[in-house]
Nanobody, 125 residues
Framework: VQLQAFGGGLVQAGDSLRLSCAASGGTFSGYGLGWFRQVPGKEREFVAHIRRSGGHTYYADSVKGRFAISRDNAKNMVFLQMNSLKPEDTAVYYC???????????????????WGQGTLVTVSS
């Protein structure tokens, strides 16, 4: 499956932003989906994951209560709603997908076979 993330931009602290990721070329509903982020000089960091059915979601502690991941299997889309943004949320955000994830590995970037190109989110203070 091919992924393309979009929706990043420059916002102020406290603002909201919604990232989208469009998928093509695969049976979308068969993939677990994740969002990761990365800043220069650091490893790619887990943000959120949603299971294939959309019934279960998981979040990094740093975004829990502020971010929400969702998916629309009919439209082959996954979203990341980001509220109460902080300067430390500034990063390139990536969407990722894999068909064979097990729960214990959803937070590891290396567990995902398919990646989008990334979209930059900058939060000013």
């Amino acid at each position: 499956v091919q992924l393309q993330a979009f929706g990043g931009g420059l916002v102020q602290a406290g603002d909201s932003l919604r990232l989208s990721c469009a998928a093509s070329g695969g049976t979308f509903s068969g993939y677990g989906l994740g969002w990761f982020r990365q800043v220069p000089g650091k490893e790619r960091e887990f943000v959120a994951h949603i299971r294939r059915s959309g019934g279960h979601t998981y979040y990094a502690d740093s975004v829990k209560g502020r971010f929400a991941i969702s998916r629309d299997n009919a439209k082959n889309m996954v979203f990341l709603q980001m509220n109460s943004l902080k300067p430390e949320d500034t990063a390139v955000y990536y969407c990722a997908a894999d068909r064979n994830l097990i729960l214990s590995t959803i937070g590891r970037a290396g567990s995902y076979k398919n990646w989008g190109q990334g979209t930059l989110v900058t939060v000013s203070s």
